[in-house]
């Protein structure tokens, strides 16, 4: 059975650092690409991140370049989501996903992803 467990969210002070886990069961996340969706109250799903299989490239939408730093640890089957510099605007459930296509189109589209993890909740307050 396919799996996808988040892990790592909590609350944390603008400009605070958390790092989000994503743990696969049932298959390899290396023969997927990952990525990584957050979705804020009253908000669409958006993309926030993710990453080819292949060779490990990445992508990143705008508002959190240069902030956030996806990664992946084959050996433990786990995808990381370091976040960095977080702001109020952060705040949302995040959620990975694993899917066949990586591209920066796929990378911001929930519909191209197959496989959802239940989230974890992400919340930026003083």
């Known amino acids: 059975q396919v799996q996808l467990v988040e892990s790592g969210g909590g609350l944390v002070q603008p400009g605070g650092s958390l790092r989000l886990s994503c743990a696969a069961s049932g298959f390899t996340l290396d023969n997927y690409q990952i990525g990584w969706f957050r979705q804020a109250p009253g908000k669409e799903r958006e993309g926030v991140s993710c990453i080819r299989s292949s060779d490990s490239s990445t992508h990143y939408a705008d508002s959190v370049k240069g902030r956030f730093t996806i990664s992946r640890d084959s050996a433990k089957n786990t995808v990381y989501l370091q976040m960095n510099s977080l702001k109020p605007e952060d705040t949302a459930v995040y959620y990975c996903?694993?899917?066949?296509?990586?591209?920066?189109?796929?990378?911001?589209?929930?519909?191209?992803?197959?496989?959802w993890g239940k989230g974890t909740l992400v919340t930026v307050s003083s």
């Open positions: 996903a694993g899917g066949k296509y990586y591209s920066p189109t796929t990378c911001q589209i929930p519909a191209y992803w197959n496989y």
